[in-house]
T-cell receptor, first 112, second 115 residues
Framework: KQEVTQIPAALSVPEGENLVLNCSFT??????LQWFRQDPGKGLTSLLL???SQREQTSGRLNASLDKSSGRSTLYIAASQPGDSATYLC???????????WGAGTKLIIKP | GAGVSQTPSNKVTEKGKYVELRCDPI?????LYWYRQSLGQGPEFLIY????????DSGLPNDRFFAVRPEGSVSTLKIQRTERGDSAVYLC?????????????FGPGTRLTVL
């Protein structure tokens, strides 16, 4: 059974710092991996989608990497801003329907 | 709007009542997913539609839960005899074809509270 873990559960850093969020999964037979952002009381916003054949994806200040063999993905956020404060979730796509299996998220707080 | 919409945004009901939650996917998206998110947890898969048919309902917790998508667009998640443990945020997502290359786009969710 696929399990997805995100560590730490919460992280608080000063504005301007670069930071890394971690995601690990137990079964390397995944089709893709997505990173999402969730703001309180709001829906999920997709940040980056990495296909299983890819090693990384970049969008603006965000860079996500994927290492299937070790069952790990990282989300790197450069020059963090208070507006980056949110919960970040990773999800792996698995199964014939590519249903997503989720981690519990990392709650990120960027202090001004 | 071009995004996924869900109604109502909040639903408070009493234990034992019946509720319906609606999802309007992005126009043209054939794949539709329902997930449930409990406080402090990641979402859990409930059911997947490809067109009008439920291609995978393995995530539905029991037979009190049912979902339909009669015309291949709007979907309704139906919960009978609600229990306090059903309280959660119910999320709907759609993707273009349900294929491996597709991103899933999420609605804002419906927060269900069962008293």
């Amino acid at each position: 059974k696929q399990e997805v873990t995100q560590i730490p559960a919460a992280l608080s850093v000063p504005e301007g710092e670069n930071l890394v969020l971690n995601c690990s999964f137990t079964d390397s037979a995944i089709y893709n991996l997505q990173w999402f952002r969730q703001d309180p009381g709001k829906g999920l916003t997709s940040l980056l989608l990495i296909q299983s054949s890819q090693r990384e994806q970049t969008s603006g200040r965000l860079n996500a990497s994927l290492d299937k063999s070790s069952g790990r993905s990282t989300l790197y956020i450069a020059a963090s801003q208070p507006g980056d404060s949110a919960t970040y979730l990773c999800a792996v796509g698995k199964g014939g329907n590519y249903q997503l299996i989720w981690g519990a998220g990392t709650k990120l707080i960027i202090k001004p | 709007g071009a995004g996924v919409s869900q109604t109502p945004s909040n639903k408070v009901t009493e234990k034992g009542k019946y509720v319906e939650l609606r999802c309007d996917p992005i126009s043209g998206h054939t794949a539709l997913y329902w997930y449930r998110q409990s406080l402090g947890q990641g979402p859990e898969f409930l059911i997947y539609f490809q067109g009008t048919g439920a291609a995978d309902d393995s995530g539905l917790p029991n037979d009190r839960f049912f979902a339909v998508r009669p015309e291949g667009s709007v979907s309704t998640l139906k919960i009978q005899r609600t229990e306090r443990g059903d309280s959660a945020v119910y999320l709907c997502a759609s993707s273009l074809t349900g294929g491996v290359m597709d991103e899933q786009f999420f609605g804002p969710g419906t927060r269900l509270t069962v008293l």
